[in-house]
């Protein structure tokens, strides 16, 4: 088995994946236009070579190759990129979207003799870059696999790369669901953390606080480029997830605002049940 | 100095006092009408004495009380057994809010020779009952002292007890801006968190989830019975809340409605100042 894998982009996850796929015994290429990022991952070991500029004979060199990019950047770099990809190559993603991603991305490579299989690892944290690599853990964290009518050799690959790093619930969803699933649980989340911590003036509260407002503002430390990409690329997804949310929202309020308890303790009986079977 | 306190309502920030005055050489002695929490609580000996009915004896014994009962239990508890304390008698309490609680109290306890302290531990867990009290840590929280026109003696003894359990930040606020503050940092928190997780049938997305879901929903296993009452007493001051979070999601709605990413990456850079600012 070939051992020698490329990672385009070579930021939060990038770097992640790097370190661990490294520790693991693979050879870890690494692409990026930041010589700082390369050079920091080449003095921690994470990679054994890295190049800062695109160029065909180093591509050819990979028949795997793991794109972690923004999904704009990643569309961008296939349509530039993409004639220079060795005949038979399998390549991967990591974003958090995937309908936009998959189509503009199949039509760029549909005659190309390549296979793109899109995946999502479900693991993160609100830092950026590869200085913070270590920030990110995978160990028995989900992993999504977005069905692209994807090879035998290609779904193996990810698999097996998947269950190496430490992953588990391993599951292939399709576009659409996946699309559907991460406004809920992933976009959602990201857009209530940061308007609650906008919601006021914060002067003054750090004295106050507990670990409740610690732990739904600690994604409010958000990188403001990629989320806003991610939420405007999922925006129909999205916006029904908000709506869904202020719906619900309503009811609260309207049982605070009457003072009616049993609705109160009945909306709050259902969401310790809700959370107690996610468990 | 007097190590001897009395505890009224054993669950669990009961229990955690318990423990962690117990570790710091006070004697505690518990009264609740759960014989089960008393006997768990002497067996795992953060008690020296329960008792699960209230006796007029037992009680002169204390000049030092804390309660940690819902703030109707507590209300309740004063109004029907004021007539016992010893003269002289300092009380605190740990409830999340305190107009309320202070208007009855002080109204119950005007002719008494005793005085009342608020207090709010701004520490807590998702679980209940004395059984979790190790669930609960007191180790560089924030604490709030009420004020209630207390003596130096009062504010002297609440100081050291949250000094020594280890509490940071011991700060002074008036019963408004305490409510008002705590709507914002801890009960708008859990009206999002049971909110987030009630919106959606939650079927199947177990293995979709990431920590930023963790995260938000931790606080939705939640006392529906404490946090509907907390809600219901505080009701101006959350609506106020509830209804500014509103108007800012709309801001990001209609941002990415409209596919506006200067004004969504202007919002989401926003709540990365104020989360910066307030570590």
């Given at each position: 088995m070939n051992k020698k894998i490329l990672i385009v982009g070579l930021g939060l996850i990038g770097g992640a994946y790097a370190s661990k796929l490294s520790e693991l015994g693979y050879q870890i290429y690494a692409l990026d236009i930041s010589k700082e990022s390369l050079s920091y991952a080449l003095n921690e070991k994470i990679i054994v070579e890295g190049r800062s500029e695109v160029d065909k004979e180093f591509i050819q060199e990979f028949d795997k190759i793991i794109f972690a990019l923004y999904p704009s950047l990643l569309i961008n770099w296939i349509y530039s990129y993409h004639s220079y990809f060795r005949k038979g190559t399998i390549f991967t993603d990591v974003s958090g979207v995937k309908k936009p991603v998959i189509t503009s991305v199949n039509e760029i490579i549909k005659d190309d003799e390549v296979e793109f299989i899109p995946t999502h690892p479900m693991s993160g944290s609100e830092k950026e870059g590869v200085?913070?690599?270590?920030?990110v853990s995978f160990n028995k964290s989900n992993f999504i696999i977005v069905d692209n009518s994807n090879s035998s050799e290609a779904k193996q690959w990810v698999i097996s790369l998947a269950e190496e790093m430490g992953f588990n619930n391993i599951k292939i969803l399709s576009p659409s669901e996946h699309d559907e699933i991460i406004a809920y649980v992933s976009q959602l989340p990201h857009v209530l953390s940061s308007t609650l911590i906008n919601s006021?003036?914060?002067?003054?509260?750090s004295p106050y606080i507990g670990n409740s407002f610690k732990d739904l503002t600690r994604?409010?430390?958000?990188n403001s480029k990629m989320w806003s990409e991610l939420f405007i690329l999922n925006k129909d997804e999205l916006i029904k997830k908000i709506e869904q949310f202020k719906r619900e929202l309503d009811k609260m309020e309207e049982a605070i605002e009457k003072e009616d308890r049993n609705v109160l303790e009945g909306l709050l009986n259902n969401s310790t049940s809700k959370k107690r079977e996610l468990k």
């Open positions: 200085f913070n690599y270590k920030s006021s003036d914060n002067k003054d509260i994604i409010s430390d958000i």
